[in-house]
């Protein structure tokens, strides 16, 4: 089967045809965010095409305008003219008749236009745009193999960096990338191409470390900026090629034609107009200074004691002037494993989701995030189009330098997991460097997991690959009619708490049995929860754990998937209350028992005042008479027993064996992430932060109660019968 993914849909109808019509008669698109649509606009020209959809964002792009035919259906960059090649500064320019001049002014003028509005061309037959930034990179910046190569995952970065940049509730982007993708060379060339444009700007470098960011600079920015040609090149200051800082005296500035005409020379020489530097790793680098663009290279490798999230709380102020943002960061990265510097970067990078904003129209970051999976960036595997090359050719396909390619690049990725699936760590490392999703780009190290990490990575990479989201729907339970205690509803919504896979059929809806005035669970023979329940509703600075709940079927003679997880619930609503309710209606809705924690015994409680007793599980390790009294009265399992502790665990160890990854029947069903992520994290010793993991668990000793149930000593006590032996040696027999 052929491999299809797509890094952006183009949105049809999101604006109505004759909206587009009308404003694009008048150019009267205005480049940035567009409030009345909820779209940016990328178009410098007034009008725009189509819009692109790259994660949350849309985006609108020009309108195709003269696109060029290069000449071989391909993006080719055009050849410097030796006539200007040879001119290194507008001094020497200006040397120059005015003949000479005239003659160039027609494509020195294009070039500028070209650095400002953008670029269409054909690309294998289709009308193609690339952002000036993209253009410049292609065309005027030198990198370490000479020109950039076209492809189609960077003109996504470059659109989705333009739309950033344009978008005035944007700091910038936060990049989650694959190993030598190019984020470094096209990171520098845009700070060289802004810098160059710029007055009384700086710029600046940040990487995992001084001598990084350094080497950046000198590796890349300096030689981008040696080799652009005069009529981009500002007048620069010292060094020609300097070590710590590049400084431009005058900014470039187009040469029109009144300037060719009058043989003008830019006037005011005096002074640093526009810096370049960079930046010894650190909390507090770039603190106190304005920055026009901050390039952050590597910042999901900043170990301790450097932070990238409180860097970043430090430089976001760099970027602003009061509430107005003055300047951008462009950040990107793989990850280094979560306590190396990785669980920051994922909470920066989980925090830029374009989707979840504050009242000010922005992220919690600031940021917007960006994820581009190895195989559309995977050096050997891109064609002569900038397309990767997803399965095994069907016929001749050849790369940029007319090298042929014969694999396809999944299939490739696969042959190299396979043969690292006895190495844990080391398959884990080339996940986070060569990532096919953000779950591969944030695997954790395998050596201190108390479960079978093969296994579970096994589930979460077939998830993704199942496309999770067809198999899981969010939402929230309501009581009908909002009712209390009569029939629960539930409800599709897509910022729902509760992610649920399976619902039971109608008649099974519902099933609540009255005992002696005291409600029971009717389908406690198909299943129970397991509930992390937690008693405060609000603790000082907002934080505190989550509530979490888990539902599982058993094996039973009902239309229900057996052993699966078919519900998660990890959320913290405002009151402790609301969560009882929400677990309360879970439970009547699939009509089955809830096994919960009882050293918080608030939503016990709940649950007894309500008439729902019945649907609380006693500890199942204990007979009814040695409960306490405080067990008889609502139930409850403690957390504090090693006993149980164990027990716990080794549940959910013998589920993952049983049930998670590679099975014998094919793959396992628990299509929950952050359940499967939790218990790759789990740790015994410090259970507090895995909620999911331990209503989880509970979930699974309420269904397997048999396995806890106490067994009484076994004593054999001899009965005397009554009988009599005797010794029947010789002719008569006596008594023993």
């Not at 830029?352 to 050096?379: C, D, H, V």
């Not at 779950?439 to 496309?467: C, G, P, V």
């Not at 064996?657 to 099975?663: H, L, N, S």
């Amino acid at each position: 089967m052929a491999y299809e993914q797509q890094l952006y849909t183009i949105v049809k109808d999101y604006i109505k045809p004759h909206a587009i019509k009308k404003k694009n008669r008048y150019a009267k698109w205005v480049y940035g965010y567009d409030k009345d649509y909820d779209l940016v606009v990328i178009s410098k020209t007034g009008k725009i095409g189509d819009i692109y959809l790259i994660g949350d964002l849309h985006i609108a792009l020009p309108k195709v305008e003269n696109s060029k035919d290069l000449g071989e259906n391909k993006w080719s960059a055009s050849e410097y003219p030796k006539e200007l090649s040879k001119i290194k500064s507008e001094a020497d320019w200006l040397k120059y008749p005015n003949g000479f001049q005239e003659k160039w002014h027609p494509y020195i003028d294009e070039e500028f236009n070209r650095r400002e509005e953008g670029y269409w061309f054909i690309n294998k037959g289709v009308d193609t745009y690339i952002t000036g930034t993209h253009y410049m990179y292609l065309q005027w910046s030198k990198i370490d193999v000479g020109k950039p190569d076209f492809r189609e995952a960077n003109r996504l970065f470059f659109i989705f960096w333009e739309a950033c940049k344009a978008d005035n509730r944007c700091y910038g982007m936060s990049y989650l990338k694959n190993r030598r993708s190019g984020f470094s060379f096209m990171a520098s060339g845009e700070t060289v191409n802004l810098a160059t444009i710029s007055s009384d700007s700086r710029f600046g470098i940040l990487s995992k470390s001084g001598a990084d960011a350094k080497k950046m600079f000198t590796d890349k920015v300096v030689p981008i900026s040696v080799n652009y040609p005069f009529f981009f090149k500002p007048i620069q200051d010292g060094m020609d090629r300097p070590k710590t800082e590049l400084a431009y005296r005058v900014p470039a500035s187009k040469f029109t034609r009144r300037k060719l005409d009058d043989n003008n020379v830019a006037e005011d020489l005096a002074g640093l107009d526009t810096t370049i530097d960079w930046k010894n790793t650190g909390d507090n680098s770039y603190d106190g200074e304005k920055l026009k663009l901050l390039v952050h290279d590597e910042s999901g490798k900043w170990e301790r004691p450097t932070n990238i999230l409180n860097n970043w709380r430090v430089t976001k102020t760099c970027l602003r002037l009061g509430s107005r943002i003055v300047g951008k960061c462009m950040m990107g990265s793989t990850s280094n494993s979560l306590d190396k510097g990785g669980k920051n970067f994922k909470k920066l990078y989980n925090g830029s989701n374009a989707s979840t904003r504050n009242k000010n129209g922005q992220t919690k970051t600031g940021l917007y995030k960006l994820f581009i999976p190895m195989e559309w960036n995977y050096e050997g595997f891109i064609d002569q189009y900038g397309y990767p090359v997803f399965d095994v050719p069907k016929k001749e396909t050849f790369g940029p330098q007319g090298d042929q390619i014969t694999e396809g690049v999944i299939e490739h990725w696969e042959n190299e997991v396979e043969g690292l699936k006895d190495d844990p760590d080391a398959l884990n490392e080339y996940y986070r460097q060569f990532p096919r999703s953000e779950a591969h780009a944030f695997r954790d190290e395998a050596k201190q997991s108390l479960f079978n990490l093969t296994k579970i990575y096994q589930q979460i990479d077939y998830n993704d690959e199942l496309r999770n989201n067809a198999m899981v729907t969010q939402g929230n339970f309501q009581w009908e009619n909002g009712i209390k205690d009569t029939r629960v509803m539930f409800y599709p919504n897509k910022d729902g708490r509760f992610y649920v896979t399976w619902v039971p059929n109608q008649d099974l809806q519902n099933h609540v049995i009255i005992k002696n005035g005291n409600k029971h669970p009717g389908n406690e023979h198909m299943g129970a929860f397991g509930c992390d329940s937690y008693d405060i509703s609000g603790v000082v600075g907002g934080g505190g754990s989550n509530g979490a709940l888990h539902g599982l079927t058993k094996f039973s003679m009902e239309d229900a998937p057996p052993n699966h997880f078919f519900l998660e619930y990890i959320a913290r609503p405002s009151t402790a209350e609301m969560f009882f309710e929400d677990v309360l209606m879970a439970c009547v809705f699939y009509g089955m028992p809830i096994l919960c924690e009882n050293n918080k015994p608030r939503l016990l409680y709940y649950l007894k005042r309500r008439g729902y007793r019945g649907f609380s599980i006693n500890r199942p390790d204990k007979t009814y008479n040695k409960l306490s009294l405080s067990e008889k009265e609502v139930g409850g399992i403690p957390n504090s027993s090693e006993d149980i502790k164990q027990a716990h665990a080794s549940a959910i160890e013998t589920y993952i064996e049983d049930f998670v990854g590679a099975t014998k029947e094919g793959y396992g069903d628990v299509y929950l992430q952050r359940t499967l992520e939790d218990w790759a994290k789990f740790d015994i010793n410090n259970r507090t932060k895995h909620d999911a993991s331990i209503s989880s668990g509970l979930a699974l000793m309420a269904c397997n109660k048999h396995r806890y149930s106490p067994k009484g000593a076994i004593t054999v006590k001899k009965i005397n019968l009554g009988f009599k032996k005797y010794n029947n040696e010789g002719t008569t027999s006596k008594i023993m």
